[in-house]
Every structure is written in C-alpha cells, then in structure tokens.
C-alpha cells in the first residue's frame, strides 16, 4: 500500500550519519537500493544521491513496520523514522561512510513503489547493461552513485568558473540560439522560420561572431557557458550539442589568455584536489608534430617520441623506404623500453593497428641477446644497428619504424606511442599534464576538394612576422598557404584538448582576404558576414580569446573516456535521443505552418 508523505521531513540524508549521530532519532527518506530478509530481521539498504545507510528492522520491536517491509522491492522509496545505533564490530562496513553505524527502525512508510527494473543498478563498472538500454531509460542510470558523482563535479566545476570569471572582471553575456550560421568546420542544425517562409535559423555551432560583436560593442571582457550545437560524425568525446567556457576579451594578448586559462584550471583541477603546475609549458604545433606525432600529446607518458630515421636511410636501395623518401616522405621510429621482449603475436597486432592509421607497414628492430629485425635481410646487420643507435634505443628495447607520408607516420606513430602506453600501463594515474601549443597553421589542405580551409576558423589573425607571406598566398602564390602561422593556441591536458581559441583579426581588409583565401568571392562573403564585416569598420579593438570544452575537461577530472558520463542527458552515437525518442515526426499541421514539405529519398 502507498502511504501520503503527509508533513514528515528528512532530519538527514542518507550519507550523513556517523557514530556522533548514535542514540539520535532521525528520518531518512530515499530508495531502496537492496533489501535482505533474515526472518525476524530485515535489513534495507537506503540511497540518495548523499549515500546509502543501512536500515534495520526487528519484527520484536517493531511488528508493524516488519510486516511492511517484507513487501519492499528495489527502488520503492521510502520514509523511515528510528533510532541510529551503532554496528557490532564485525557488522561495521569501511567502504561505507555510513558503515559504523545503522538505524533501527520503529516506523517505515512505502511512499511509491517501483516495477522491476530493466537493468541492474549496483552492477560494477565494466559489466554494466548495454548503454543503449541504460540511455532509453536515462532516469534509472542517473540514479547511479558515480552518475551522480560527476554530475555534482560538474555543478562545482561551473560554480568555480562563474566565480574566477567573475574575479577577473568578466560580464556574463548570453548570446543567441537562434542566429545564422557560424562556420566552425562542421555542420549546422537548422530550424525552420514560420514567419519566414523559406527562411532558417541556424543553432550556433559557437558564439564566435556574437563574442566578437561584444568586443565591437566595447564590453572588454566576456565569458559565457555556451550551449554549441554541431551536426558532425560523433566520436567518443563528440556530442551534437555540449557546452563550452566561452571566452574573449579586448586588447588581449596570448600571455593574458594562458594566464587567465592556467589559474582557471589550477582551481578546477584543485576540486578532485589535483595541483595543476602553471605555467603550462608552450610548445609550437611543428614541435608537437615532430616529437609526438600527434596534435594532442599525452604528456604523462615518457619518452617515446619519434625518431627521424630519414638521414641515415638516404642512399637506401631498399625500394619502400627509397620510394617514401623520393616522394618527400620520412622514416621515423620510436622505441620501446624494454620491448625486445614483445612477442611475434603483439607485433603483428601493432602491425594491424599501425594500418588503421594508414600506415603500409610496421618494421620492428629488437636488441634482444640477439639483434633481430623485420629489416635485417632488406637492410643489413650494419644499418639495422645504426637505426636503434640513432633512435637512442638501449638493449632490451625495442624500436619501431613506420615509413611514408609526413602526416601518415605522425599518425601511426602518434597513434601507437598512446596505444603501447595504455597496453604496458605506462600512463601513471591522477598525474595531469598540460601544455600550450601554438603556432598552429593558419590553412590545412583538404585534398578531396583541392583548396584550403581555416584549421581554427576564419576569424583567426595570421602572425605578424607571417602578414607578407599570406598577402602573396591570397595573390597567386597559392603553395605558401600551407606555411602561413596563425595566433591559434590550444590547451591540452593528457592528450585531451581542452580549450582552444586564438587573436583574431580585428581590420576589416585583413578579414576580406581571409576570406578571398578561402575560395569566397566578394558577394558570398557580403552575403554571410556583410554585418559582421561592417561591424568590423566601426572601430574595431584588437581582441581575442578561446573556448573551453565542459565535459572534455571533465572527463580529464574524472577521469572517463565516455562523454555521456559527464552530462545528464546526452545522444547516442548516432544522435539519437532513445528516452524521448528524439529526432521524431512532426504532424502535418507542423509542417504546413513552416512551409515545409517531407520528400524522402
Ligand atoms: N569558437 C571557437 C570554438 O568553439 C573557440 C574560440 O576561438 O574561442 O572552438
């Protein structure tokens, strides 16, 4: 039978009591996470989001409320009044912050009951139901107590941010949802006007242009927790709408931003009680590159970097490597510590892995009580042992060689210096490493549609020293695209980004050519930007700023390699919303008053 609250209140939740609490009456209220049934006794283990306390009720004390308990199931909600007692000694419970004590129950109240439940909820971490299921009925997986944990790390993390940017001096301004495309790289989600026949909104992708005008409009210093929409192929840290620490302000300079940035995570990282090092050390997008193949460097894990191999293999007959050379590529290896010891089937997996990134081959050289090596007969004894000198490699190690493009090697190798630290368990836990890289290129190459994109976005400054080289790029000199510098800078930490942003640029004739040099004439770029254009040409302050990641950052703090354990409702892989069943139908009435018709092909 349910039972009416009526006017009975909590004295305490259910992670609150202690043996300072004993010969104390109190009343919990929460769920029943597990019930035991012992005959004349049973015991209930009661959850909220603060904990779980044992609960305890004696048929001789009281037979009422043992009655009751014996038609409790998982998750009714309850009410129960008695008395906190202490356990036996041998009944206490240490993984518990309740487990010194329980409560002996003189009246209990089923205040709803619940069916049985789709999945199980105290599963462990690595055998818990498919996620499909536990996202379909989201409310029940959120009852989880890690769930809960993060969402409440996340609540504090915002807090903290409000309140550092608040002490810095910034405005929290909140722009739009409903504007007109930004381009950031990736699709927009639109929104259909109805007074507007024909027309569309755009979700912003982020406040980019909004922050800008904000700069314009003389406000010096914003920041916002922005909610960014993008309709992009989903990866594991990629949701179609999160949010960011959204940031600019006006005669800005790089080291004001790292700045600002470093003493903002010091604090946020100072809540799972991290000591973040400032200042971040900086290192330019070519030496990352160069050094870890990869633009998101973990810097947790030691050494193996990458190794150029190109040098000694020159004059090289052997016709793979002669031909990567001879095409402008680079031979580059990284060693293993201690990895003479890997076996013929882990090499053949790093192999198939390497291949994932691109790469032809994988050749391996180990210093074993014998030299062996996948190149010896192509190669020879004398410069397989000079490739393991040169890449610094000790007896015992191993080295690994990846041969090709500049960018296929980064990756593979990049890929595998991460992918052999995770297998060997050489990434220490709570370490936190970041860095600054800057210098990135101004314009990535996209091959499949031969032209240049921004590889930040298109509001980002060139740097001064390379001004000239992009006015020649955008008259003619096309092939000086690729070595244009822009004041792009992003923060990484454990090879997580988490923030990115840069100086923008600020004169309307710099603007233009930025965006002649992305293909766009003069009447597309009136017809997109016109506003932002002119807005440009009244005055104008030099500004920058940058975008912080909420759940990429959090998922360092955690730490979870999933985005959905970060937020309370996310999408599925394939941006689906499975507990309201989002994206869905409309009715006609719907469609006919937006002016829309459904063809589908
Ligand atoms: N708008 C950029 C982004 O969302 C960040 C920035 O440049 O501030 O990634």
């Not at 929460?30 to 009661?46: E, M, Y």
């Not at 004001?256 to 809540?271: D, M, N, P, S, W």
């Not at 004169?507 to 597309?524: C, I, N, P, Y």
């Not at 941006?575 to 063809?599: C, F, N, Y």
């Amino acid at each position: 039978m349910i039972e009416n609250l009526n006017n009975r209140e909590r004295t305490h939740s259910c992670g609150a009591l202690r043996t300072e609490h004993v010969g104390q009456r109190v009343t919990l209220m929460g769920w029943c996470a597990r019930r035991r049934d012992f005959g004349p006794l049973t015991f209930i283990d009661l959850r909220d989001r603060d904990g779980i306390t044992q609960i305890v009720i004696n048929q001789e004390k009281a037979a009422a409320a043992s009655t009751k308990a014996k038609e409790i199931r998982g998750e009714y909600v309850l009410a129960a009044m008695g008395e906190v007692v202490l356990r036996d000694e041998s009944a206490r419970n240490p993984k518990l912050s309740t487990g010194d004590i329980e409560v002996q129950v003189s009246e209990i109240f089923i205040l709803n009951d619940a069916r049985t439940l789709p999945f199980q909820l105290d599963a462990a971490e690595d055998a818990l139901a498919a996620e499909d299921l536990r996202l379909k009925y989201r409310y029940l997986d959120l009852r989880r107590p890690q769930l809960q944990a993060n969402l409440r790390l996340r609540h504090r993390m915002l807090l903290e941010i409000n309140q550092y940017m608040d002490e810095q001096g910034f405005t929290q301004i909140e722009t739009p949802n409903l504007i007109k495309s930004t381009p950031e790289g990736a699709r927009d989600y639109i929104v259909p006007s109805r007074v507007q026949p024909g027309k569309f909104f755009a979700l912003p992708q982020s406040p980019q242009i909004f922050k800008q005008i904000c700069m314009i409009a003389g406000l010096d210093k914003y920041y916002q927790i922005a909610r960014c929409f993008r309709d992009e192929d989903l990866r594991a840290d990629r949701q179609p709408e999160f949010s960011q620490l959204d940031v600019e302000l006006s005669f800005a300079t790089p080291d004001q931003i790292y700045q600002l940035v470093e003493g903002l995570f010091a604090r946020i990282f100072g809540l799972v009680g991290a000591d973040l090092q400032t200042p971040f050390p900086r290192l330019s997008f070519a030496e990352v590159m160069r050094r870890f193949g990869s633009d998101k460097p973990d810097l947790r894990i030691d050494g193996m970097e990458l190794q150029d191999l190109s040098e000694r293999l020159a004059e090289t007959t052997f016709a793979p490597y002669a031909a990567a050379l001879e095409r402008g590529g680079r031979i580059k290896g990284i060693v293993v510590t201690g990895g003479a010891s890997m076996s013929r089937k882990a090499l053949d997996e790093l192999q198939e892995f390497a291949k994932r990134y691109g790469a032809s081959a994988l050749a391996w050289i180990k210093l074993g009580d014998e030299l062996s090596s996948s190149l010896l007969k192509a190669l020879g004894n004398d410069t397989v042992v000079d490739l393991a000198g040169i890449a610094g490699a000790q007896k015992g190690d191993a080295v690994l060689i990846v041969a090709g493009k500049s960018d296929v090697v980064a990756a593979s190798l990049g890929a595998l210096r991460n992918e052999i630290a995770h297998r060997e368990n050489l990434i220490p836990e709570n370490v936190f490493k970041p860095l600054w890289e800057t210098e990135f290129p101004m314009f990535e190459y996209h091959a499949d549609d031969d032209r240049y994109y921004s590889m930040h976005h298109p509001f980002t400054s060139p740097l001064d020293e390379d001004v000239a080289l992009f006015e020649r790029a955008v008259n003619g000199e096309k092939e000086l695209f690729g070595q244009i510098r822009a004041k792009a800078y992003d923060a990484v930490i454990n090879g997580v980004e988490v923030a990115g942003g840069s100086i923008r640029i600020h004169r309307r004739d710099v603007q233009s050519l930025v965006f002649k040099a992305l293909g766009m004439t003069e009447e597309m770029a009136r017809a997109r930007f016109g506003f932002f254009l002119e807005a440009l040409s009244y005055g104008t302050p030099p500004h920058g700023g940058i975008a912080s990641g909420i759940e990429r950052t959090l998922m360092v703090l955690v730490p979870t390699e999933n985005i959905r354990d970060v937020m309370a409702f996310p999408k599925t892989a394939s941006a689906q919303d499975l507990m309201i069943d989002a994206p869905g139908e409309v009715d006609a009435k719907q469609l006919e008053d937006l002016h829309l018709r459904v063809q589908l092909d």
